[in-house]
């Protein structure tokens, strides 16, 4: 319909949450954060961005190339390319190779250039040092922020997409279908999630989507609370009438009237919620029943600095530890800017 | 007061017969059921084509609940309810209601939740036309809903704009619109004015009364305020406790109340000029309860005239006179003629109704 307009509450919102500057410059900064985490891959790599080798074009971040290729020695047959290496030998011969800023990838063991046994502390070569299998830490980290934001992001839609259906069905429908699905969720909710997650975690070796779907077994049923009421209170107003006795189909009622009016509030939960995910999949890591071992994570990086042998080694409690820190702090600046945009009262502060 | 004139006698458009609704009492969760609130407790009455019938009574004597099972907003107990020579619209399923939901509409009593604040105006009134396909996507139904807009004395720009820059009397306009946009026989009006301005109301009323001379409307006015029923409505039925307890033309009916419940309640209308003035009836205790109505008929603990049989049946809506009023009171039932009591036949030799 020509006569679609946002309507004028949620615009009033947008405009009061641009008002509060911290949480709109947070939301910028995690944006610009979380998005350069998808180009992990153009940031921290051991292969190049693009190589211009005997007048061909190569994009090696996409495609595989042996070492043939670029007629560097290669011991072992067929094995990949050296960009690093490359690098340096195109130097002066019209071949270029253009690297990514952090020239390793996040599961690349760098023994070869120390002399003694890694972790190395923080140098020219490795900004924040490697960890105790040789590894870049910063690459570690940008690629656990990617995992970290997608996992937990994933994880609240999925969730909120669940909840919301199923809330709202209980608070639409009612009568026993509520009241028996409203017990369901009671027992549902004092399964403890760590124990099943250490069970489950025993038994199979969790990939992503298995501990995604884990952890929604967990997630999706907080949202339904607050749909089922809200939409209690507001099938009961006038319009809802109004819908019906002009003959609005179920469907119609709940997603042009009920839905509309019941779910922007929601937007209030979900920073809080990304941040849980965020701390849930670092604790699981940490607690080794998370995503499994080569997988970039900061829990697995604070696990390997407080293991004894590494006392002391400060660059690698800090750096998962100030990663952690400022994420916690944009979303909950965010969240905050958000709820304080959908305040009803518009003065009203924390201090 | 003008009164308006009856129109001619044609074929109802909605006729309602013993229509009820009991809604159960339960406690706990498995237990049975306690008793009923008899909201609703057979109510039967005929509207006309272009009449205007209205609905009065004390809050909470079912009156909005019969504008709303009639539209099955509220699932009746049992009941009939035809639109002209259709089958029982209070036994068929919601799905084959749909068609008839074009010939009746409802206009609601808070202008203020009535229209979902998130809707242009323009989606609100053009929902109606979407749902049963009347008016194709775009263009037509724009101009469709201009028409409407301009038809309640308001702007075509008003489309685009949202429900809360409107004040209530416009809000109320729109959802007048609403009700027209699928062109109905029938508006059911829920106290659509008690929520406005005096001066507003005014203005609502008329906006009524023009577009029932345009379009030959019939209105269900369910009002308490009886000086709108009295200037806007054709025929008056009262109510009390879920029942109609008299129902007539009226002029007749606000001119010469018969039921002594009737009377209590116009004698409450305030007035300004001070011959006018009535004898206030002032009714003793309050509304006994829907749940366990009294036995006879459910008015006799309040009434200043119950005699013998009040306690013991329920007296019938019967008709008096020319049979146009229609009153459920032993008073005028001829069988018990020789038993009335003092203080009716004196109320009777000088009318009640009037006392200077």
């Given at each position: 319909m020509s006569f679609f307009r946002l309507d004028p509450i949620t615009r009033k919102r947008i405009r009061r949450f641009r008002q509060q500057r911290i949480g709109f410059y947070a939301l910028i900064l995690l944006s610009l954060m979380t998005i350069a985490s998808l180009f992990s891959n153009f940031i921290a790599?051991?292969?190049?961005?693009?190589?211009?080798?005997?007048?061909?074009?190569?994009?090696?971040?996409?495609?595989?190339?042996?070492?043939?290729?670029?007629?560097?020695?290669?011991?072992?047959?067929?094995?990949?390319?050296?960009?690093?290496?490359?690098?340096?030998?195109?130097?002066?011969?019209?071949?270029?190779?253009?690297?990514?800023?952090?020239?390793?990838?996040?599961?690349?063991?760098?023994?070869?250039?120390?002399?003694?046994?890694?972790?190395?502390?923080?140098?020219?070569?490795?900004?924040?040092?490697?960890?105790?299998?040789?590894?870049?830490?910063?690459?570690?980290?940008?690629?656990?922020?990617?995992?970290?934001?997608?996992?937990?992001?994933?994880?609240?839609?999925?969730?909120?997409?669940?909840?919301?259906?199923?809330?709202?069905?209980?608070?639409?429908?009612?009568?026993?279908?509520?009241?028996?699905?409203?017990?369901?969720?009671?027992?549902?909710?004092?399964?403890?999630?760590?124990?099943?997650?250490?069970?489950?975690?025993?038994?199979?070796?969790?990939?992503?989507?298995?501990?995604?779907?884990?952890?929604?077994?967990?997630?999706?049923?907080?949202?339904?609370?607050?749909?089922?009421?809200?939409?209690?209170?507001?099938?009961?107003?006038e319009y809802v009438q109004a819908a019906r006795s002009m003959g609005a189909s179920h469907f119609r009622i709940i997603f042009r009237h009920l839905l509309p009016n019941a779910i922007v509030p929601i937007v209030t939960f979900t920073p809080f919620a990304v941040v849980g995910g965020i701390f849930l999949l670092t604790a699981l890591d940490y607690l080794g029943y998370g995503l499994p071992a080569p997988t970039p994570s900061w829990g697995q990086l604070i696990d390997q600095a407080l293991e004894s042998s590494n006392r002391g080694k400060l660059w690698l409690s800090l750096s998962p530890f100030c990663a952690i820190t400022t994420t916690l702090v944009l979303v909950t600046l965010i969240g905050e800017g958000i709820r304080e945009a959908f305040d009803p009262k518009p003065w009203s502060q924390y201090r | 007061m003008t009164l308006a004139t009856p129109p001619s006698q044609a074929p109802p458009v909605l006729r309602v017969t013993d229509l009820k609704k009991h809604f159960p009492i339960k406690k706990g969760l498995f237990s049975r059921i306690h008793g009923h609130v008899k909201a609703v407790d057979g109510v039967s009455f005929e509207l006309g084509r272009g009449e205007t019938l209205g609905l009065v009574g004390e809050s909470g004597c079912g009156k909005t609940t019969t504008g709303r099972l009639i539209l099955k907003l509220v699932e009746p107990s049992s009941g009939d309810v035809r639109l002209g020579d259709s089958p029982n619209l209070a036994q068929i399923p919601n799905r084959q209601w749909l068609p008839y939901r074009r010939r009746i509409q409802m206009i609601f009593q808070d202008p203020f939740s009535s229209l979902n604040p998130r809707m242009p105006v323009g989606s609100i009134i053009g929902e109606a036309l979407a749902i049963h396909k009347l008016a194709a996507r775009g263009e037509q139904r724009i101009k469709r809903v201009h028409e409407l807009l301009e038809q309640v004395g308001l702007n075509a720009e008003a489309a685009k704009r949202f429900p809360h820059e409107f004040s209530g009397?416009?809000?109320?306009?729109?959802?007048?619109?609403?009700?027209?946009?699928?062109?109905?026989?029938?508006?059911?009006?829920?106290?659509?004015?008690?929520?406005?301005?005096?001066?507003?109301?005014?203005?609502?009323?008329?906006?009524?009364?023009?577009?029932?001379?345009?379009?030959?409307?019939?209105?269900?006015?369910?009002?308490?305020?009886?000086?709108?029923?009295?200037?806007?409505?054709?025929?008056?039925?009262?109510?009390?406790?879920?029942?109609?307890?008299?129902?007539?033309?009226?002029?007749?009916?606000?001119?010469?109340?018969?039921?002594?419940?009737?009377?209590?309640?116009?004698?409450?209308?305030?007035?300004?000029?001070?011959?006018?003035?009535?004898?206030?009836?002032?009714?003793?205790?309050?509304?006994?309860?829907?749940?366990?109505p009294p036995t006879g008929c459910h008015f006799h603990p309040r009434c200043p005239h119950r005699f013998a049989p009040c306690d013991k049946s329920y007296p019938n809506l019967a008709p008096l006179g020319d049979g146009s009023v229609r009153v459920a009171c032993h008073l005028y039932d001829p069988q018990y003629k020789d038993q009335l009591p003092e203080s009716f036949r004196s109320s009777q030799s000088s009318p009640a109704v009037l006392t200077a």
């Open positions: 790599n051991n292969r190049a961005i693009a190589v211009r080798y005997e007048g061909e074009w190569y994009f090696p971040t996409f495609k595989f190339h042996p070492s043939s290729t670029f007629k560097q020695e290669d011991p072992y047959g067929d094995s990949e390319a050296d960009y690093r290496l490359l690098a340096k030998s195109a130097e002066g011969t019209g071949n270029w190779v253009l690297m990514p800023p952090i020239q390793f990838n996040p599961y690349e063991n760098d023994f070869d250039f120390y002399d003694d046994p890694p972790p190395h502390p923080p140098d020219k070569r490795h900004l924040l040092g490697t960890d105790d299998k040789g590894r870049d830490v910063f690459a570690r980290l940008l690629y656990g922020l990617r995992i970290s934001m997608l996992f937990s992001l994933m994880l609240v839609l999925l969730g909120t997409i669940i909840g919301v259906a199923v809330g709202s069905a209980q608070g639409y429908f009612a009568g026993w279908f509520d009241l028996l699905s409203q017990r369901v969720i009671e027992i549902w909710s004092t399964l403890p999630l760590l124990y099943v997650v250490v069970l489950l975690g025993t038994m199979f070796r969790p990939t992503f989507f298995m501990l995604l779907f884990i952890l929604l077994l967990f997630q999706w049923y907080s949202i339904t609370y607050y749909m089922r009421t809200e939409l209690y209170r507001e099938k009961s107003r | 009397g416009q809000r109320q306009r729109i959802g007048i619109a609403r009700a027209l946009a699928v062109q109905p026989e029938i508006i059911i009006a829920d106290e659509p004015v008690s929520a406005l301005d005096v001066s507003i109301q005014a203005q609502v009323i008329n906006l009524l009364e023009d577009l029932q001379k345009q379009m030959g409307l019939s209105y269900l006015f369910i009002s308490h305020d009886l000086g709108v029923i009295g200037h806007l409505c054709h025929r008056v039925a009262v109510m009390y406790l879920g029942k109609i307890v008299e129902i007539g033309p009226g002029t007749a009916l606000l001119q010469q109340p018969r039921h002594p419940y009737t009377k209590a309640l116009l004698s409450a209308v305030p007035t300004i000029e001070k011959e006018k003035r009535r004898k206030r009836i002032i009714l003793q205790g309050d509304v006994p309860s829907p749940v366990n």
